[in-house]
């Protein structure tokens, strides 16, 4: 595997379910970053990892609860959420020097 | 306003063309500008990256930074059917990594 890789890519769920999207980077990054890219708005960046902290949280609801374990791993768990939350999900990784941001494919979610 | 505006298009071009997108900001404190490539069904891709104002050339691809008028812009000569994407246009202020995002320009070129 190489670059930026998400997990799923595809997740329908329902307003009660509990699910998780994985990201992992294998490009020796220390930084990484959750996007959300709905249709007719600019990217919304969520949260922000430096060597596995969290740094940044724009006001994300709770029902989004991100989680890094080391700097190649980044998770996005999610419970109770609603409709308005689906969405392109975006994980992308940097050095935390660095500008330059890699992108995975994203998942596409739907909440039903 | 926002703090980075760019017409969503869609823009449509025939295969040849000299493409031009563009993109407005607001805070003059912005330095550095990014513009990204989307493909369908894919995440954006780093394109161009520069710092302050001039001129940047990487084949095809000259991206453009006017700092007094607040104006960026990316063109594409010989455009081609695999140039057809979406172009995404970012900056930030400093090296915080914080980027500021355009909508992007959906383009289409025709062969």
């Known amino acids: 595997e190489t670059g930026v890789t998400q997990t799923p890519r595809h997740l329908v769920m329902g307003m009660t379910n509990k699910k998780s999207l994985k990201c992992e980077q294998h490009?020796?990054?220390?930084?990484m970053y959750w996007y959300k890219q709905s249709a007719k708005k600019p990217l919304e960046l969520m949260f922000v990892?430096?060597?596995?902290?969290?740094?940044e949280n724009n006001s994300v609801p709770s029902r989004f609860s991100p989680e890094c374990p080391n700097s190649s791993h980044l998770f996005l768990h999610l419970h109770t959420l609603q409709p308005e939350d689906s969405a392109l999900y975006l994980c992308?990784?940097?050095?935390?020097?660095?500008?330059?941001?890699?992108f995975g494919p994203g998942t596409r979610l739907t909440v039903l | 306003q926002k703090e980075v505006e760019q017409d969503p298009g869609p823009l449509s071009v025939p295969e040849g063309a000299i493409v031009s997108l563009n993109c407005t900001y607001s805070?003059?404190?912005?330095?550095?500008f990014m513009w990204y490539r989307q493909y369908s069904r894919k995440g954006p891709e780093l394109l161009m990256y520069?710092?302050s104002s001039g001129n940047k050339e990487d084949g095809r691809f000259t991206a453009q930074v006017d700092k007094s008028s607040k104006y960026i812009s990316l063109f594409i000569r010989d455009s081609q059917p695999s140039d057809s994407a979406t172009y995404l246009c970012?900056?930030?202020?400093?090296?915080?990594?914080?980027?500021?995002w355009g909508l992007g320009t959906s383009l289409a070129v025709n062969p």
């Open positions: 490009l020796g990054h220390n930084a």
């Open positions: 990892y430096n060597f596995k902290e969290q740094t």
């Open positions: 805070n003059s404190a912005f330095q550095y």
């Open positions: 970012a900056t930030n202020a400093g090296n915080n990594r914080k980027l500021i």
């Open positions: 992308a990784s940097s050095h935390i020097s660095d500008n330059e941001q890699f």
């Open positions: 520069t710092y």
